[in-house]
């Protein structure tokens, strides 16, 4: 099955078609380094590193980019505030995004350009978007008119008829068109700048990326990320100043993800309402943190709460309890898996749930990196695997069959960025004596000897873990974490 796209631009779903065949190049919006990153800012890049990883996994080589915006008007004006000079105030919030990223083992790109680092490139496009009539200057800045491209406003489907009496847009005395966008800022006193043809300014901050995914992925992007509020204007006026400067398409997939929302309101600096990384970072795993934002398809919004972390928090936990047990049943003496046309009875439905687990886990996320579905499909292989641990025990292929189901939730798992290291969390493998007690009391559990139960939940207790009973079977935690 081809990998299939929802294409902002076409309001569909395409099969993927990348430009060069068995390669896939991704430009993804990065921060304006106004501030260090929140919960909101890392949903689109946890985004984009899905797309690669499930990319990479059906072969093809992936180039990611990601930019930063390191200079406009409010790192300006935080920078002076600050008392530091702007560079040293970007850096330090690019530093708090990479601490940030690392945590949530997000890989890095394979480039992050920055705007100041571009200004030759970008003056040459602005001089192209100039010669062909497309932008003008107007008192030392540079403007798109958007009235030179019959087809602006075709992403996000706005007219600029309608543009032009309703909605709210940067008004600039010098524009020919309320709705024209600045390529160049003229200087003003104090700010830092560049010489350019139309003199001292500085970069637009439509045109970076524009310039930046022209270099780094060379003519057709085949990916194009970002949050859905960039749609407009952002991802318009790059589409549409990146046509008019090549006379080609701009690229091949626009894939917008949902926003996070805190209280109902979109998650952002300017609205003060918003979650820090790094104050999420002192209390939760940060596989916790990722699951969460995986756990709806990228393209719906999602809701910040803290209840929904500890539910994240929660499912990691029955993934650990479950490969570790499912690697003591699969430790000495288990046997290779055997041949599906060897088993019977609840063996056979058992390597039957594996397989589609393992199937139904890729064609999810090959049907729009649907990652929320994927993601039940690892749960359903848990939950019937816990199910075979109770019931399967004396099967000659237990051993065998819980170690293939071990093996597919960490592959799943890591595909997804959420990793499992042998023995669980890394935490250390648990005495297979302490899972026989587990299993035991499951036993008196299910036979209502309650006595018999609580007499091994205080052995369990005694041996250094607490066991906690949920529906989808019992969770097993180390006292001391």
């Known amino acids: 099955?081809?990998?299939?796209?929802?294409?902002?631009?076409?309001?569909?779903?395409?099969?993927?078609?990348?430009?060069?065949?068995?390669?896939?190049?991704?430009?993804?919006?990065?921060?304006?380094?106004?501030?260090?990153?929140?919960?909101?800012?890392?949903?689109?890049?946890?985004?984009?590193?899905?797309?690669?990883?499930?990319?990479?996994?059906?072969?093809?080589?992936?180039?990611?980019?990601?930019?930063?915006?390191?200079?406009?008007?409010?790192?300006?004006?935080?920078?002076?505030?600050?008392?530091?000079?702007?560079?040293?105030?970007?850096?330090?919030?690019?530093?708090?995004?990479?601490?940030?990223?690392?945590?949530?083992?997000?890989?890095?790109?394979?480039?992050?350009?920055?705007?100041?680092?571009?200004?030759?490139?970008?003056?040459?496009?602005?001089?192209?978007?100039?010669?062909?009539?497309?932008?003008?200057?107007?008192?030392?800045?540079?403007?798109?008119?958007?009235?030179?491209?019959?087809?602006?406003?075709k992403l996000s489907g706005k007219r600029v008829e309608d543009l032009r009496a309703g909605v709210r847009i940067d008004v600039d005395e010098n524009k020919r068109h309320p709705v024209d966008f600045a390529l160049w800022k003229a200087a003003k006193p104090g700010e830092p700048a560049w010489d350019s043809p139309w003199g001292p300014g500085r970069p637009g901050w439509h045109i970076e990326c524009s310039v930046m995914a022209s270099k780094y992925l060379g003519g057709v992007v085949d990916l194009h990320g970002g949050g859905r509020d960039l749609i407009f204007p952002h991802h318009e006026n790059e589409l549409a100043q990146s046509e008019a400067a090549t006379g080609d398409r701009f690229c091949n997939h626009w894939v917008e993800n949902g926003m996070v929302n805190l209280g109902g309101e979109k998650m952002s600096k300017s609205t003060g309402v918003y979650f820090l990384v790094s104050d999420v970072m002192k209390e939760v795993d940060p596989r916790a943190l990722r699951l969460y934002l995986l756990s709806t398809h990228y393209r719906s919004p999602i809701d910040y709460r803290k209840e929904r972390l500890e539910e994240s928090g929660a499912a990691l936990e029955r993934i650990v309890n479950f490969l570790r047990a499912a690697e003591h049943a699969a430790a000495p003496g288990a046997s290779d898996a055997p041949d599906p046309a060897d088993l019977a009875g609840i063996d056979s439905e058992f390597r039957a749930a594996i397989d589609r687990a393992r199937r139904s886990f890729h064609e999810a996320l090959d049907d729009d990196f649907n990652s929320a579905s994927a993601i039940g499909k690892i749960f359903e292989l848990v939950r019937v695997g816990n199910g075979y641990l109770r019931a399967g025990e004396t099967s000659p292929h237990f051993g065998a069959l819980l170690r293939a189901a071990g093996e597919t939730v960490r592959e799943a798992t890591a595909l997804l960025g959420i990793g499992f290291a042998e023995s669980g969390s890394g935490d250390g493998k648990v005495p297979g004596g302490v899972l026989a007690l587990v299993r035991q009391r499951e036993e008196a559990r299910r036979a209502r000897d309650w006595t018999a139960a609580d007499a091994l939940r205080e052995r369990i207790h005694a041996a250094g873990y607490a066991v906690e009973d949920r529906k989808e079977g019992p969770l097993l935690r180390p006292l001391d974490e």
């Open 1 to 153: 099955m081809a990998i299939q796209v929802y294409d902002t631009l076409r309001r569909k779903k395409i099969p993927f078609e990348p430009v060069k065949p068995d390669r896939v190049g991704i430009y993804v919006c990065g921060m304006t380094v106004q501030a260090t990153p929140h919960v909101g800012h890392m949903r689109a890049y946890v985004v984009a590193d899905l797309m690669r990883r499930v990319f990479r996994a059906r072969g093809y080589e992936v180039t990611l980019i990601q930019n930063f915006t390191d200079i406009d008007d409010k790192i300006i004006a935080k920078a002076q505030e600050a008392g530091v000079d702007y560079r040293e105030f970007a850096q330090r919030n690019i530093d708090a995004y990479f601490e940030a990223a690392d945590w949530m083992e997000i890989e890095r790109a394979d480039h992050y350009p920055r705007a100041t680092k571009h200004i030759p490139e970008i003056l040459e496009m602005i001089g192209i978007l100039v010669d062909r009539g497309h932008a003008y200057a107007s008192e030392g800045s540079v403007f798109f008119d958007v009235t030179s491209k019959p087809d602006y406003g």
